[in-house]
């Protein structure tokens, strides 16, 4: 066969590379590392390129990985998939030191000694396994498949979820939860809206974006996406474009890129809403038509038994007057008219909030108050508003029939309801696990699972967590690392990288339009890893003998395959194509889109591996009832969810004991308003009771997802790329009140909370509110690495342990501190 | 060295002292600056092995005290030759004890100086670069070359005026008498060959002049060719040149002070050679003064951003205490000091000069550090605080001054014999005719 | 001859620091211990300048990335002793790592401060070699290096072109951070190429150049409304 010399060329991507060393001055015996003089001995290597998803936050972006010779050395977006569009973010770039990292987990590994005494022994697979099939199919045999947890940490949007939980169901137990759980975060919408969806938002038709907190550049669901969209908007001149304004306690990029920066107290944003709400009603400014039509609550009104009651309206015109408001938030009050004016007057108009911002002890009220601006100006289901995406046509998992064991095990309490009236809302929450574990109550846990998560390094109250950890018979993690949570764990299996490893990602939460991207394994695995799924599909199918099988899939990705025929057979959407770009607009726009049609589902598949997703820009209109699923099926300022559920609690708690009247449920549940206005969105101080003078807030910064990419030396170099402090934290403070304790630039500083102090330098800019000391989230590890351990500190070891008591979310930005210069 | 020879018969017998005899002060000052010498040596194979990291350089600091003490010590080497040479063109007969002493420390902090640019390189194995593919464009190679070229002039015009001394010490013999033989070029001190030395002289004494100006210009160029603010400044070349000179006395004065003292020197060097060259101290102070006032004015009137930014910088920043130091060393002392008769005693003078020394080396820091620690760029400003290392080779580069000032001193005598003969033969009446030549009628009288 | 350059659209820039990343996982770019990196020996080839403006609580900042400006009269490479630095036809700026001697004079004489120095031998797990770019070199010790505009990138382009037997088009040739910013913020092309997006931008009446005074004439032109 004859090669030609062009295509043959075309292949050699590192022929240059030997030029390139000529021209750019590499001396061949000094400067040149190894692997390319081999390379220059042996022929150019061949170059090629394959399209996976990055897993490195939820953000969904579609990458391309150069190989040479098989090995992957860099990435880049994929420029034709639609969430980023060839973008990406310093994390994803630095995803091969994820891949070649030398403190992955090798093999699988068993504790010896103590817990959290740092040793352990390696195990070949099958040992490692046969542990816990036996466990688990003891606990079965027992009866009790219940007392087995698991819990995902991945924040992935995928289908591991579905996996998991069939694992789980199947096996016979109602305890898989999610932390961090969408479902906690989605908690406003459902008081309001009764649904849990996160809504997405049409930044491309709004004329203004009014933003609570979410720092939805650098961080949120989609940084990259929102940048996108953000960029664009900025690339288009002329008079009418969209105006920015942020509100944040500091000054993150989004704040940064904003038109203009809002800086507010910290925990009071809710209120800042409110006293918008207020001008918003005073002056006329809202959509009078929409309120009437599709919301409830926001009149005062009559019930069935003929009591009045309070209204959103009277609520905010009684309390939330600009120099209240003033007082509250520190927020100027003709700000507060001018931003109210902007808003009102600039149709459309978007307003969002919530996030990791939200995390406060107030975070579900304070949420409540920010979207219900959006229904003041009837932003639903129009363009320049918020809509919610079709679910994918992934084809579901196959039935399975479970038997009694299980049906008997998934009857069972779920491990994470609280046992008292706490946290109603939450799907899930660390601190009511713990006190689970501890109590032993409802039942004690007998194997926890732990999925791609650190709980023990992102939450609160650590101590207790680790009494708890060491009280479980067998904890079990999948993770490529050993990190603060594992180091209590009795086994590590050790999962593939998310490069060697197949998933698929749906719907990006807030992303605008429904899409799915395959991951697929760019590389074999370089160790000795297993796929968590597969892990999974062989212990299901264990547990079940050998007859019955939860799984019918060989593997995964068989998995994987079976549920994106649906898609296929579905007919919509296509997968994503070259020329993207210049439609991409009009796409989003949902004009003009044809549809591809595909010979056979394995030319589908081949085509999806080969572009990296699919996509469907053309979404099914939606009725308000459908967006709208509550009682009443309106908008609900008075939210009638939240009033049935503690109405339920009070009747529950007062048949066993006649004292816990509304007056107890509501102290537990830090509920310090009364009447009415508990169900409507309002303005819930938070408990600072000890008298310090500096509000601790954290933020995310970009390069450090959650502190999971600590093991990463690049992103620990760029950690604080912004600020210069490379490998270690900062503390950033007002002019005002550095001076004011005498600290200047780079000095260190003592942070101290009642549990404790933490050490950081000082970064002093106008950038950040008077009388906050921000603190970014992600160093301090104890564990993970060589990259990680002993780098800079952990702002949560400091934290009171305090929660939304709502949605069981811990209250990150809830503690006051004091600060003085370290000597 | 044995005490057969005879030399305390001889009227400068005392030059003769230090050579023939060697006391337990010799041993203890080789000894332990050759240990300073010999850790600075280990320090730097330190640097060679892990790299420059071993410094306190960073970006943007990307120069240290190796630049500083390179520029310093070349300053300092402009005591000799210059000053010797225009005593020596200008016929001033107070000269002859000094010239010797001043050429010898120009060789040798030349010799140290130069080295420095090689100590601050990152690859010293590839120094040969500068002559394979040298780019004459650069002002590193017109230092390279200006350097060469002076210390190539500087050593011949030491040596040369030593020659005569040197066929003494052959002629009375000893241990290194093959030694002598050699470097004496058989001279025999013939009429013929005092003549071609005065010619081979004089010529020296004129080329020398231009020479160690362009070097300490060149070194100016450096900075001043680069767009730094603080460094790109037209009057860098005299300034340099200028305070080059006003260090070079000074470090003349102390190793003059010193050796006085310390091989009994007083009736060569007397207080007429201290007050003369205290009040070219003094001059030079004022000229110093002078040049520092137009260079900050002209800075601070136009207060271009960037220029105003670093000069404020020196006056308050970190480094402001180096500046005001400097200013005190450079102005304030030696201008107290010489300027009245009281203080300008012999003490007095070695204060000042201490002082002018201190205060030039401190005017180098000023020149390098705060211009690249404030980059043009709003980036933060740098900082730079110098290693172990840096302080070692710094100590180490003194050290070797004075194991050179002090070996040398072993093997010849530091004030030029021949000439100190010469001019109590020929002087006194030399100058007689001389002065007469310049006096009115002087011309008639003769005839 | 062409002649590259590079537009920031800071109207556009988020300042994520993607185009950091990128430059330094394309470009081998060693990572330096965290002692040193926070004592002025990181190494970016590009880095973020921030500086804040205004009186609280009105504040602005002027966020920038900053790349090697391949001025097309550089006074870093008039500098350099051993011609180890220097301009090409194109008019790259670039570095000859085996040539360089370490002075630091170009580093010096650059106003724009943006070269970088090893101070030690650069080090890296060995598993971390293994996905080292084979197109581009690994520095030593002891050199001098900055931002390249990814002239390897070029050389492969030049080949490819070369082979399709047609000329460069504008958009053949991208550096890693043009190609990765996630804003779309940076532009390059040919400023000889009429039709090319960064002759037509650079002439923009939001085109900056920084310190134009200098007469360095930078090819990386800023865009951006703000004063
Ligand atoms: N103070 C403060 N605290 C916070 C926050 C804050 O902003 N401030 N944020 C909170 C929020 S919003 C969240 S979401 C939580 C985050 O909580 P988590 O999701 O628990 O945090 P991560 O650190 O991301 O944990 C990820 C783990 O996955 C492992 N991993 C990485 N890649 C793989 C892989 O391919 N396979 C497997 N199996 N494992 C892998 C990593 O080794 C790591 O141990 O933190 C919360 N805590
Ligand atoms: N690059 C990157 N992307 C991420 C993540 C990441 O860590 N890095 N994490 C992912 C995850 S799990 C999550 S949950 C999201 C989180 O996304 P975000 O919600 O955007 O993140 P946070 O950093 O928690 O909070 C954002 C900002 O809120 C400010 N803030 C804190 N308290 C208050 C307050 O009371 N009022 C107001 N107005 N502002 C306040 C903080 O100063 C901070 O700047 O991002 C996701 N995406
Ligand atoms: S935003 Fe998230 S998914 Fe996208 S590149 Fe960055 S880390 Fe990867
Ligand atoms: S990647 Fe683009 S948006 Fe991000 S900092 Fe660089 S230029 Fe700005
Ligand atoms: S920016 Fe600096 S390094 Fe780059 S060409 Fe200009 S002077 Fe040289
Ligand atoms: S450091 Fe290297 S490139 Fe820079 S001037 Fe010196 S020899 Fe030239
Ligand atoms: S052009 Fe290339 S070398 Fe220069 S900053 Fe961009 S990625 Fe780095
Ligand atoms: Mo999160």
Same mark, same amino acid.
């Given at each position: 066969m004859?090669?030609?010399?062009?295509?043959f060329?075309?292949?050699?991507?590192?022929?240059?590379?030997?030029?390139a060393?000529?021209s750019?001055?590499?001396?061949?015996?000094i400067?040149?590392?190894d692997?390319i003089i081999?390379i220059?001995?042996?022929g150019?290597g061949i170059?090629?390129?394959?399209?996976?998803?990055?897993?490195l936050?939820?953000g969904?972006?579609?990458?391309?990985?150069?190989?040479?010779?098989?090995?992957?050395?860099?990435?880049k977006?994929n420029?034709?998939?639609?969430?980023?569009?060839?973008?990406?973010?310093?994390?994803?770039?630095?995803?091969?030191?994820?891949?070649?990292?030398?403190?992955?987990?090798?093999?699988?590994?068993?504790?010896?000694?103590?817990?959290?005494?740092?040793?352990?022994e390696?195990?070949?697979?099958?040992?490692?396994l046969?542990?816990?099939?036996?466990k688990?199919i003891?606990?079965?045999?027992e009866?009790?498949?219940?007392?087995?947890?698991?819990?995902d940490?991945?924040?992935?949007?995928?289908?591991?979820?579905?996996?998991?939980?069939?694992?789980?169901k199947?096996?016979?137990?109602?305890?898989?939860f999610?932390?961090?759980?969408?479902?906690?975060?989605?908690?406003?919408?459902?008081?309001l809206?009764?649904?849990?969806?996160?809504?997405?938002y049409?930044?491309l038709?709004?004329?203004?974006?009014?933003?609570?907190?979410?720092?939805?550049?650098?961080?949120?669901?989609?940084?990259?996406?929102?940048?996108?969209?953000?960029?664009?908007l900025?690339?288009?001149?002329?008079?009418?474009?969209?105006?920015?304004v942020?509100i944040d306690?500091?000054?993150?990029?989004?704040?940064a890129?904003?038109?203009?920066?809002?800086?507010?107290?910290?925990?009071?944003y809710?209120?800042?809403?409110?006293?918008?709400?207020?001008v918003l009603?005073?002056?006329?400014?809202?959509?009078?038509?929409?309120i009437?039509s599709?919301t409830?609550?926001?009149e005062?009104w009559?019930?069935?038994?003929?009591?009045?009651?309070?209204?959103?309206?009277?609520?905010?015109?009684?309390?939330?007057?600009p120099?209240?408001?003033?007082?509250?938030?520190?927020?100027?009050?003709?700000?507060?008219?001018?931003l109210?004016?902007?808003l009102g007057?600039?149709h459309?108009?978007?307003?969002?909030?919530?996030?990791?911002?939200s995390?406060?002890?107030?975070g579900?009220?304070?949420q409540?108050?920010?979207?219900?601006?959006?229904?003041?100006?009837?932003?639903?289901?129009?363009?320049?508003?918020?809509?919610?995406?079709?679910?994918?046509p992934?084809?579901?998992?196959?039935?399975f029939?479970?038997?009694?064991?299980?049906?008997?095990?998934?009857?069972?309490?779920?491990f994470g309801?609280s046992?008292?009236?706490?946290?109603?809302?939450?799907?899930?929450?660390?601190?009511?696990?713990?006190?689970?574990?501890l109590a032993e109550?409802?039942?004690?846990?007998?194997v926890?699972f732990?999925?791609?998560?650190?709980?023990?390094?992102?939450?609160?109250n650590?101590?207790?967590?680790?009494?708890?950890?060491?009280?479980?018979p067998l904890?079990?993690?999948f993770?490529?690392?050993?990190?603060?949570?594992?180091?209590?764990?009795?086994?590590?299996l050790?999962d593939?990288?998310f490069?060697?490893?197949?998933n698929?990602?749906?719907?990006v939460?807030?992303?605008?339009f429904?899409h799915?991207?395959?991951?697929q394994?760019?590389?074999e695995p370089?160790y000795?890893?297993?796929?968590s799924?597969?892990?999974?599909?062989?212990?299901g199918?264990?547990?079940?003998?050998n007859?019955?099988k939860?799984f019918?899939?060989?593997?995964y990705?068989?998995?994987?395959?079976?549920?994106v025929?649906?898609?296929y057979n579905s007919g919509?959407g296509?997968?994503?194509t070259?020329?993207?770009?210049?439609?991409?607009?009009?796409?989003?726009n949902q004009?003009?889109?044809?549809?591809g049609?595909y010979?056979?589902?394995?030319e589908?598949?081949n085509?999806?591996?080969?572009?990296?997703?699919w996509?469907?820009?053309?979404?099914?209109?939606?009725?308000?009832s459908?967006?709208?699923?509550?009682?009443?099926?309106k908008?609900e300022f008075y939210?009638?969810v939240l009033?049935n559920?503690?109405?339920?609690?009070?009747?529950?708690?007062?048949?066993?004991?006649?004292?816990?009247?509304?007056?107890?449920?509501?102290?537990?549940?830090n509920?310090?308003?009364?009447?009415?206005?508990i169900?409507?969105?309002?303005?819930e101080?938070?408990?600072?009771?000890d008298?310090?003078?500096?509000y601790?807030t954290?933020f995310?910064?970009?390069?450090n997802?959650?502190?999971?990419?600590s093991?990463?030396?690049?992103?620990?170099?760029?950690?604080?790329?912004?600020?210069?402090h490379?490998?270690?934290?900062?503390?950033?403070l007002?002019?005002?009140?550095?001076?004011?304790?005498?600290?200047?630039d780079?000095d260190w500083?003592?942070i101290?909370?009642?549990n404790g102090?933490?050490k950081a330098?000082?970064?002093i800019?106008?950038?950040?509110?008077?009388?906050v000391a921000?603190?970014p989230?992600?160093?301090g590890h104890?564990?993970?690495g060589?990259?990680?351990?002993?780098?800079?500190?952990?702002?949560?070891?400091i934290?009171?342990?305090?929660y939304?008591?709502?949605?069981?979310?811990?209250?990150?930005?809830?503690?006051?501190?004091?600060?003085?210069?370290?000597? | 060295?044995?005490?057969?020879?005879?030399?305390?018969?001889?009227?400068?017998a005392t030059?003769?002292?230090?050579?023939?005899?060697?006391?337990k002060?010799?041993?203890?000052?080789?000894?332990i600056?050759?240990?300073?010498?010999?850790?600075?040596?280990?320090m730097?194979i330190?640097?060679v092995?892990?790299?420059?990291?071993?410094?306190?350089?960073n970006?943007?600091v990307?120069?240290?005290?190796?630049?500083v003490?390179?520029?310093?010590?070349i300053g300092?080497?402009?005591?000799g030759?210059?000053?010797s040479a225009?005593l020596?063109?200008?016929?001033?007969?107070w000269?002859?004890?000094i010239?010797?002493?001043?050429e010898?420390?120009?060789?040798i902090?030349?010799?140290?100086?130069g080295?420095?640019?090689?100590?601050?390189?990152?690859?010293?194995d590839?120094?040969?670069?500068?002559?394979?593919?040298?780019?004459?464009q650069?002002?590193?190679?017109?230092?390279?070359t200006?350097?060469?070229?002076y210390?190539?002039?500087?050593?011949?015009y030491?040596y040369?005026p030593m020659?005569?001394?040197?066929?003494?010490?052959?002629?009375?013999?000893?241990?290194?008498t093959?030694?002598y033989?050699?470097?004496s070029?058989?001279?025999?001190?013939?009429?013929?060959?005092?003549?071609?030395?005065?010619?081979?002289?004089n010529?020296?004494?004129?080329?020398?002049i231009?020479?160690?100006?362009?070097v300490?210009?060149?070194?100016s160029?450096?900075?001043?060719?680069?767009?730094?603010?603080?460094?790109?400044?037209?009057?860098?070349?005299?300034?340099f040149?200028v305070g080059?000179?006003?260090?070079?006395?000074?470090?003349?004065?102390i190793v003059?002070?010193?050796?006085r003292k310390v091989?009994?020197?007083?009736?060569y060097?007397?207080?007429?050679?201290?007050?003369?060259l205290g009040?070219l101290?003094?001059?030079?102070?004022?000229?110093w003064?002078?040049?520092t006032?137009s260079?900050?004015?002209?800075?601070?009137?136009?207060?271009?951003?960037?220029?105003?930014?670093?000069?404020?910088?020196? =006056?308050?920043?970190?480094?402001?205490?180096f500046?005001?130091?400097m200013?005190?060393?450079?102005?304030?002392?030696?201008?107290?000091i010489?300027?009245?008769?009281? =203080?300008?005693?012999?003490t007095?003078?070695?204060?000042?000069?201490?002082?002018v020394?201190?205060?030039?080396?401190?005017?180098?820091?000023n020149?390098?550090?705060p211009?690249?620690?404030n980059?043009?760029?709003?980036?933060t400003?740098?900082m730079?605080?110098?290693?172990?290392?840096?302080?070692?080779?710094?100590?180490?580069?003194?050290?070797?001054?004075?194991?050179?000032?002090?070996?040398?001193?072993k093997f =010849?005598p530091?004030?030029s014999?021949?000439?100190?003969?010469?001019g109590?033969?020929?002087?006194?009446?030399e100058?007689?005719k001389?002065?007469?030549?310049y006096l009115?009628g002087g011309?008639?009288?003769?005839? | 001859?062409s002649?590259w350059a590079?537009?920031i659209?800071?109207?556009?820039?988020?300042?994520?620091?993607?185009?950091i990343?990128?430059?330094?996982i394309?470009?081998?770019?060693?990572?330096?211990?965290?002692?040193e990196?926070?004592s002025?020996?990181? #190494?970016f080839?590009?880095? #973020?300048v921030?500086?804040y403006?205004?009186?609280f609580?009105?504040?602005?900042?002027?966020r920038?990335?900053k790349p090697?400006?391949h001025c097309?009269?550089?006074?870093?490479t008039?500098v350099c002793p051993?011609?180890a630095?220097?301009?090409n036809?194109?008019?790259l700026?670039?570095?000859?790592?085996?040539?360089?001697?370490g002075?630091?004079y170009? #580093?010096?004489?650059?106003?724009?401060?943006?070269?970088?120095?090893n101070?030690?031998?650069?080090?890296?797990p060995?598993?971390f070699?293994?996905?080292?770019?084979?197109?581009?070199?690994v520095?030593?010790?002891?050199?001098?290096?900055?931002?390249?505009?990814?002239?390897?990138?070029?050389?492969?382009?030049?080949?490819?072109?070369?082979?399709?037997?047609?000329?460069?088009?504008?958009?053949?040739? #991208?550096?890693?951070?043009?190609?990765?910013?996630?804003?779309?913020?940076?532009?390059?092309?040919?400023?000889?190429?009429?039709?090319?997006?960064?002759?037509?931008?650079a002439?923009?009446?939001r085109?900056?150049?920084?310190?134009?005074n200098?007469?360095?004439?930078?090819?990386v032109?800023y865009?951006?409304?703000?004063?």
């Open positions: 004859e090669i030609k010399r062009r295509e060329l075309k292949l050699l991507g590192g022929a240059s590379g030997a030029i060393l000529g750019f001055g590499c001396n061949q015996f400067d040149v590392p692997k081999e220059a001995k042996n150019a170059e090629s390129w394959k399209n996976t998803i990055c897993a936050c939820p969904g972006c579609g990458i391309k990985v150069r190989l040479i010779d098989g090995i992957p050395v860099y990435i977006g420029p034709i998939y639609p969430v980023n569009q060839g973008g990406m973010c310093p994390l994803g770039h630095s995803a091969l030191e994820l891949l070649f990292n030398p403190d992955r987990v090798k093999s699988p590994l068993k504790k010896i000694g103590l817990p959290g005494g740092g040793k352990w390696s195990l070949n697979w099958d040992e490692a046969n542990i816990i099939s036996k688990i003891e606990l079965r045999n009866g009790r498949p219940h007392q087995v947890v698991f819990l940490g991945s924040n992935q949007h995928g289908l591991m979820k579905d996996h998991i939980e069939r694992f789980m199947a096996y016979g137990s109602p305890n898989y999610q932390f961090p759980s969408i479902k906690n975060d989605a908690v406003p919408y459902h008081l809206q009764g649904n849990s969806k996160i809504p997405s049409d930044f038709n709004a004329k203004y974006v009014l933003s609570f907190g979410i720092n939805y550049l650098e961080e949120s669901y989609s940084p990259v996406y929102y940048t996108k969209l953000y960029s664009y900025r690339g288009s001149t002329g008079e009418g474009r969209t105006r920015f942020h306690s500091r000054m993150s990029l989004t704040s890129n904003a038109d203009r920066w809002i800086p507010i107290t910290p925990g009071t809710g209120a800042l809403a409110l006293g918008i709400a207020f009603i005073k002056e006329k400014l809202i959509d009078a038509n929409f009437k599709h409830s609550g926001y005062d009559v019930d069935k038994n003929g009591i009045m009651h309070l209204g959103y309206k009277n609520n905010v015109l009684a309390n939330y007057y120099e209240r408001v003033f007082q509250i938030t520190g927020v100027q009050s003709e700000t507060i008219l001018e109210a004016r902007e007057n600039n459309p108009s978007l307003v969002l909030g919530g996030d990791g911002s995390n406060n002890t107030n579900t009220f304070s409540m108050a920010v979207h219900s601006l959006n229904a003041l100006l009837g932003n639903f289901e129009k363009d320049g508003g918020i809509f919610y995406v079709d679910e994918t992934l084809k579901n998992l196959p039935h029939e479970l038997d009694d064991i299980a049906k008997q095990g998934i009857e069972q309490n779920p309801n046992l008292d009236m706490a946290f109603p809302f939450a799907d899930f929450s660390i601190q009511t696990l713990i006190q689970n574990i109550k409802p039942y004690p846990i007998s926890l732990i999925y791609k998560g650190n709980p023990l390094f992102q939450t609160l650590h101590h207790e967590f680790i009494e708890a950890l060491k009280k479980i904890v079990v993690s993770d490529s690392f050993i990190n603060e949570t594992n180091e209590y764990a009795n086994i590590i050790p593939h990288t490069l060697e490893q197949w698929i990602i749906s719907n939460p807030s992303v605008g429904s799915i991207g395959i991951q394994p760019v590389i370089i000795d890893t297993r796929s799924a597969d892990i999974l599909i062989e212990l199918n264990k547990a079940y003998g007859n019955t939860p019918p899939f060989e593997d990705v068989s998995e994987i395959k079976y549920r025929e649906g898609v919509e296509a997968i994503v070259e020329g993207l770009k210049g439609s991409w607009l009009e796409f989003l004009r003009g889109w044809h549809i049609t010979d056979s589902f394995d589908f598949w085509l999806l591996l080969e572009r990296g997703g996509w469907n820009p053309i979404r099914k209109k939606k009725g308000f459908e967006i709208f699923n509550t009682p009443t099926r908008f939210s009638q009033k559920r503690i109405d339920d609690i009070v009747k529950k708690k007062g048949i066993d004991n006649s004292t816990h009247d509304i007056e107890f449920v509501l102290g537990r549940l509920i310090k308003t009364r009447g009415d206005v169900f409507l969105p309002h303005h101080p938070i408990p600072y009771d008298g310090m003078p500096i601790l954290t995310q910064p970009i390069t997802r959650d502190g999971h990419a093991n990463l030396p690049l992103m620990q170099e760029m950690f604080g790329f912004l600020t210069r490379y490998w270690t934290s900062w503390v950033e007002n002019p005002e009140t550095a001076s004011a304790y005498g600290i200047s780079d500083v003592w101290e909370s009642v102090s933490i330098k000082a970064k800019h106008p950038g950040v509110m008077p009388s921000a603190v989230f992600g160093l104890t564990s993970y060589r990259y990680a351990k002993d780098y800079g500190v952990n702002p949560n070891s934290m009171k342990n305090l939304d008591t709502i949605n069981g979310i811990p209250a990150t930005q809830s503690t006051k501190v004091k600060i003085s210069k370290a000597k | 060295m044995s005490k057969k020879i005879d030399y305390r018969n001889e009227i400068d030059l003769y002292k230090p050579i023939y005899e060697t006391g002060g010799f041993y203890i000052t080789v000894g600056f050759l240990l300073l010498f010999l850790w600075a040596l280990f730097y330190t640097q092995w892990f790299g420059l990291g071993v410094t306190g350089m970006q943007p990307s120069w240290g005290f190796y630049i003490n390179f520029v310093f010590f300092i080497s402009h005591a030759t210059l000053i225009i020596r063109l200008s016929k001033a007969e000269r002859r004890p010239t010797r002493m001043a010898v420390i120009t060789a902090v030349l010799a140290i100086g080295l420095h640019p090689i100590l601050d390189l990152g690859r010293p590839r120094v040969l670069n500068i002559f394979t593919v040298g780019r004459l650069s002002p590193l190679l017109w230092d390279v200006s350097i060469t070229a210390f190539t002039a500087s050593t011949v030491l040369l020659i005569p001394d040197i066929a003494k010490l052959r002629d009375k013999g000893g241990k290194f093959w030694f033989k050699f470097a070029w058989g001279w025999q001190g013939t009429e013929h060959q005092k003549k071609v030395l005065n010619r081979a002289i010529i020296l004494m004129v080329m020398v231009p020479i160690a100006i362009s300490h210009t060149v070194i160029y450096i900075f001043s060719m680069t767009l730094q603010p603080g460094w790109h400044s037209t009057i860098f070349g005299p300034y040149v080059a000179i006003f260090s070079g006395i000074a470090a003349l004065l003059m002070i010193v050796f091989f009994h020197l007083e009736d060097l007397k207080k007429v050679h201290f007050q003369y009040t101290l003094l001059i030079m102070s004022l000229l003064f002078y040049f006032f260079e900050y004015l002209t800075g601070i009137f136009a207060a271009e951003p960037h220029e105003m930014h670093i000069i404020l910088y020196k =006056f308050t920043g970190p480094y402001a205490i500046f005001w130091m200013v005190i060393c450079n102005f304030l002392i030696p201008v107290i010489l300027g009245f008769k009281r =203080f300008k005693t012999i007095g003078v070695l204060i000042a000069s201490i002082a020394v201190i205060g030039m080396w401190l005017e180098r820091l020149i390098v550090v211009s690249l620690a980059p043009r760029m709003e980036l400003v740098g730079y605080v110098p290693s172990i290392v840096e302080w070692a080779l710094f100590i180490g580069g003194i050290s070797a001054f004075v194991l050179g000032f002090v070996l040398f001193s =010849f530091l004030i014999i021949w000439e100190t003969e010469e109590r033969k020929e002087s006194v009446k100058v007689e001389r002065v007469k030549s009115p011309e008639i009288i003769t005839k | 001859m002649k590079m537009v659209d800071l109207d556009k820039c988020t300042g994520c620091g993607d185009c990343a990128a430059c330094k394309e470009n081998n770019i060693a990572i330096v211990d965290p002692e990196a926070n002025g020996r990181v #190494m080839w590009i880095e #973020m921030s500086v403006e205004g009186e609580p009105n504040i602005k900042i002027k920038f990335p090697c400006f097309e009269n550089p006074p870093c008039k051993v011609h630095t220097y301009k036809d194109e008019g700026v670039g570095q000859i790592y085996h040539r360089c001697i002075c630091r170009c #580093m010096v004489a650059c106003p724009y401060t943006v070269k970088v120095f101070w030690y031998e650069p080090e890296w060995v598993e070699r293994k996905c080292f770019n084979p197109d581009v070199s520095r030593t010790k002891g050199v001098v290096e900055k931002c390249s505009f990814c002239a390897h990138r070029l050389i492969k382009v030049k080949e490819e072109v070369d082979l399709e037997g047609r000329d460069i088009q504008d958009g053949d040739y #991208m550096p890693a951070c043009a190609e990765s910013c996630p804003a779309d913020a940076i532009y390059f092309g040919d400023l000889e190429n009429k039709e090319s997006k960064v002759y037509n931008l002439k923009s009446s085109a900056k150049r920084e310190m134009e200098l007469g360095t004439e930078p090819k032109v865009l951006s409304k703000r004063e």
